[in-house]
């Protein structure tokens, strides 16, 4: 799962790959499917901000929040 997230992000950065934003989409989102915090915060920032899938921001607040209840913030 963490690959996937991986494999996305270069996607997104067109390291390795051409650039392509829909394709990283289509890696974070399994990756976020399979539980991965990263991913799922990923995936509603790339909905939110409209990158390489529609521009949503219904239910955003939701998937952003459930992606980061188990991550410690340093203060």
Do not use: F
């Amino acid at each position: 799962m963490d690959a996937q997230h991986d494999l996305g992000l270069m996607y997104i950065k067109g390291v390795g790959v051409s650039e392509d934003h829909s394709k990283a989409a289509q890696w974070i989102e399994k990756s976020a499917s399979q539980g991965n915090h990263d991913a799922q915060y990923m995936l509603g920032m790339m909905y939110y901000l409209g990158q390489g899938v529609p521009k949503l921001h219904s239910g955003l607040k939701n998937l952003l929040y459930e992606s980061t209840k188990l991550r410690v913030c340093p203060n």
